[in-house]
């Protein structure tokens, strides 16, 4: 496996492997922010970055890390669903029913990211707690803007929670800070719009750059007259950290003795499914 590498790779790929085991599921640029803070590659420019992703393609290729250690959501098939027969179709029934916790519960919650590439990461706390991951994709289009108002003030609704996490940067800061709040309320939207990841006090063990990097942005101007500090990514904050963010902030509107009685629940339910499911066979067997 060591065959045509050199010493300093073979440490770089040791050093991933360890930083993954600690923090996976992470994304290419999670890792590489690990390894920068670590000081073992120079920079997060697009050539330090590119090295690291080849890196650990051909590790994964050659079996030095998993390859479920790494998420790219960008690149995730959508496949139709479809079984082999009727007995495959109530066995995948069965095996993937779950209740809808959050119907005995006073809120919605949802979690709202500018990137999608953050949704692997986060997989693990949305799974466990059934939550919706809503993608802004930069600054969200007014249909998106529409339908999330819409939503929001469904006749059989429950207030609804978004909790946001991206980029302490001109357009991540804009979009939580000014953008959306304000559109959502020209668009009649009744909602808690709360930013919970990168906040304050994130900054101080993060990589940081300069602004300046960013005076393209047209939000450039207001950051640097509004927030006047230096720009962050929310890639930089490590994995572990971000998600037990998110799940604090989703368990504080949650109630849990209502939600173990609906897991509860669906542990019944689930029982009487797969009674059902050897019924049946029984009977295709007689027949």
Known sequence: MSR???????????SAREILAEIQPASVRAVCYQLFVAGLILSMSKSCTNAVSRLLTRAREEGEILWEWIVDESREAEVARRWDS???????AVAQYR????????YRVEVWSEKGTIRGTLGPVLDK??????????????????DVAEYSNDANSKPLIALYVGDWDPSGLHMSNVDLPRRLKEYGATL??????????DLKRLPSFD???????????????????????????????LRARVEQAILRYIDIPRWDHAIAIEQVEVASM??????????QGAT
């Open 99 to 106: 209740r809808d916790y959050w119907q005995d519960q006073d």
């Open 4 to 14: 045509g590498k050199g010493a300093r790779t073979l440490r770089l790929i040791a």
């Open 211 to 241: 602004p300046d990097s960013k005076r393209q942005d047209p939000r450039y101007r207001w950051f640097q007259s509004t927030i006047r500090t230096r720009c962050y990514e929310l890639d930089a904050m490590p994995p572990p950290k």
């Open 274 to 283: 797969q009674a059902f499911h050897r019924s049946w066979l029984a009977a």
């Open 129 to 146: 707690y059934g939550v919706t991951f809503r993608v802004m994709h930069g600054y969200a289009s007014a249909t998106v803007v529409n």
């Open 192 to 201: 808690k719009l709360q930013r919970i990841a990168l906040v304050p006090g």
């Open 86 to 92: 009727t007995d495959d179709l109530i066995r995948a």
